[in-house]
């Protein structure tokens, strides 16, 4: 008897040892650890991105407008084009943004950015000189969307790291993403066309000048590396879709991001 009271009184107390409870009245309150919430980051970044248009529409018209009809002068040269540019890697423009973290594999960002360039061509044939020019603005504002099935980038993996031991952990360290970016771009086009001979000066003078309001959608692929605790590098490609223009402007991009957060 003796020992069944003992088995009795230390079996509630064994219980009561592994799961702490407060007991109140009829109502047992367990305690449970609390649990780690997702704690988003803030984000600003700033790059370059490198595009290749299609410019169809305007080389066309530059071909109609001027090479078909001077191209019967001797040593005619056709002049340089924001095609030929491209074709040369010219053509960037610059990015900066601000961005968050929605979830730990989702980001969202807003970018802003804009270029401005002129192509200058001056030729003499015989007595007759040529100054044509090209030029072209650009703005455009988009949201960015980043989804990271693998998770985000390790930032942790590079602290304290030197020298070879910081190449493995950026690398390591990297993450691939998708993204979609849909925005607002406007471009300014303008050409200033002038032809002159002495004593006469200008004979000839043409200018055109528009601007093209247009939405763009973006699908995108990059990868995210770390380069120190807070800080990541990206180089993405992107293909660009305008929702009018298109003849002129669509076209496959890359563009080179560097994000801080804070």
Not at 48 to 58: E, G, H, I, K, W
Not at 76 to 85: E, S
Not at 204 to 220: I, N, V
Request: with cysteine; proline share 5%.
């Amino acid at each position: 008897m003796i020992m069944l009271a003992l088995l009795v009184i230390a079996v509630p107390c064994a219980v009561a040892m592994d799961t702490p409870a407060e007991v109140s009245g009829d109502v047992i309150i367990t305690e449970e650890a609390p649990s780690e919430s997702y704690q988003p980051n803030w984000y600003y970044g700033f790059g370059a991105t490198n595009y290749y248009p299609r410019l169809r529409v305007s080389e066309e018209r530059i071909n109609r407008q001027i090479n078909r009809r001077f191209g019967w002068l001797p040593s005619w040269r056709r002049p340089t084009t924001f095609a030929d540019w491209r074709d040369k890697h010219y053509l960037w423009d610059i990015t900066a943004g601000v961005g968050r973290d929605l979830s730990p594999k989702t980001t969202l960002f807003l970018w802003v950015g804009g270029a401005k360039g002129t192509i200058r061509n001056r030729e003499r044939y015989g007595l007759l000189s040529t100054d044509i020019r090209f030029t072209r603005t650009s703005f455009f504002a988009t949201t960015e969307l980043y989804w990271y099935p693998g998770g985000k980038v390790d930032y942790e993996r590079v602290t304290g790291q030197r020298g070879g031991d910081w190449v493995r952990a950026a690398i390591a360290g990297a993450r691939p993403y998708l993204s979609t970016a849909t925005g607002y771009t406007w471009v300014r086009a303008e050409a200033d066309g002038k032809f002159s001979v002495p004593l006469l000066g200008t004979i000839l003078r043409e200018t055109e000048k528009e601007d093209h309001h247009m939405f763009l959608f973006g699908p995108r692929a990059g990868i995210d590396v770390p380069v120190s605790n807070r800080s990541s590098v990206s180089a993405l490609f992107i293909y660009c879709f305008f929702g009018s223009h298109s003849r002129e402007y669509n076209g496959p991009s890359i563009s080179f991001n560097y994000r801080r957060r804070f």
